[in-house]
């Protein structure tokens, strides 16, 4: 090795270890300034606006409503509705005009080639609906027996 490559290394060195020796003077200093502080306590404002920002937007109830709930009766638990009820507070509007092909109330000649399948055909019918007509028609919380009895209502106003 020649003598300015010796000089350099030397220069060199002297240089990294002095870089060293002030970045640990740094340090040193840093923790001497910072540990004399208080204590890091969380701060209360700070601390519930993180809570607020990590809170569920839902919760997910699962299991049985307690009593105490006020909780609302299921449909299957009221009284039955009768035939005139249920035709009057869901079929009427559109079995009275005849909106989209429906068959009017007392129209016997539309009736009659529907009566044909018998009550359960006209059942099974207003279940799963028919063209225009939305399951269960506009009733979704009909039982089969309050449809079976505004379908007897029907045809028994329709003379059949």
């Not at 240089?15 to 540990?35: D, E, K, M, P, Q």
């Not at 009284?79 to 909106?99: I, L």
Request: proline share 4%.
């Amino acid at each position: 090795m020649s003598h300015e490559d010796r000089v350099f290394m030397g220069n060199f060195i002297g240089v990294l270890v002095g870089l060293v020796v002030v970045a640990v003077v740094f340090y040193i200093a840093a923790n001497l300034v910072t540990s004399g502080s208080d204590e890091q306590r969380p701060n209360a404002r700070m601390q519930a606006k993180i809570e607020e920002n990590i809170r569920p937007v839902g919760q997910v109830n699962v299991g049985t409503v307690p009593a105490s709930a006020g909780a609302v009766a299921p449909a299957a638990a009221a009284a039955a509705r009768s035939g005139e009820q249920v035709y009057n507070s869901a079929c009427m509007a559109c079995h009275s005009s005849g909106v989209a092909g429906a068959p009017k109330l007392g129209d016997q000649a539309a009736w009659s080639a529907r009566a044909g399948k018998g009550i359960d055909g006209l059942l099974s019918t207003a279940i799963s609906g028919l063209n225009a007509m939305p399951p269960k028609g506009t009733c979704a919380d009909c039982s089969d027996d309050e449809l079976r009895a505004a379908i007897e209502y029907i045809l028994q106003q329709t003379g059949l």
